[in-house]
């Protein structure tokens, strides 16, 4: 089965931040990020059979994420910590391609809570220890929910990705060089993955996985020779 497809894309993005001093050693920081995805084409030889091109039906997404965290720092700047909520919402519309004859019109929209907080001890002038934890929302791009046409079909109704995230990292800092050793632990559910396939695929959501161990030991040399 033949296919002439075209397809046009429009994204726009809005970014805003702000911060506001409160008294001498904290802030509080927000931001809000804003983005827009329209999309619709044509398939010249479906049209040319006089057959339902549902290239011509528009996708959409739009997403919202927004971030408010309050940083503080005491003990003459040794102890450190910023402690922040955020928002994550998406609307999205498109039709799924289920098989060759079958499509399915999905509208769906979608909200998140997430949180972190982030903790740095400054435990000598040359040691630091940083810990962290967070629950994230990692929301689905215009890829993935409706795929590009040719080889990768698409799925509006998948899901965001959510984790939890541990962090735990200790820096060692010379005036010529630096090293730094962390570890980190992470359990994610609806994990978006794309299977394999000898044809088209379909991103699709994953139930659970855990990943845990070193994210990296490494030494850093400012040396001038």
């Known amino acids: 089965m033949g296919s002439l497809l075209t397809l046009t894309s429009h994204t726009s993005v809005v970014r805003l931040n702000a911060t506001q001093a409160l008294g001498a050693h904290g802030r509080l920081v927000g931001n809000v990020l804003g983005s827009s995805f329209h999309r619709r084409g044509e398939d010249e030889i479906v049209v040319a ?31 450190s910590s910023s402690t922040a909520v955020k928002y994550f919402g998406y609307t999205s519309r498109g039709f799924g391609k289920l098989d060759s004859d079958t499509y399915l019109e999905t509208e769906q929209t979608r909200q998140h809570l997430g949180a972190n907080q982030l903790l740095r001890w400054q435990l000598a002038p040359a040691w630091a220890l940083k810990a962290s934890y967070e629950y994230a929302t990692r929301l689905p791009d215009e890829y993935e929910l409706f795929g590009e046409g040719i080889l990768v079909r698409a799925n509006p109704a998948l899901q965001p990705e959510t984790s939890h995230n541990a962090n735990l990292e200790v820096q060692y800092v010379r005036p010529r060089w630096s090293a730094e050793v962390s570890g980190f632990v992470r359990g994610a559910d609806n994990v978006i993955y794309q299977p394999p396939s000898i044809r088209d695929t379909q991103n699709q959501n994953l139930l659970k996985s855990r990943t845990l161990g070193p994210r990296h030991l490494c030494a850093t040399c400012r040396c001038r020779y």
């Open 49 to 79: 059979r006089q057959e339902r091109d549902y290239a011509q039906d528009p996708s959409s997404l739009h997403k919202l994420v927004a971030g408010l965290a309050y940083e503080h720092d005491w003990a003459d700047q040794r102890w």
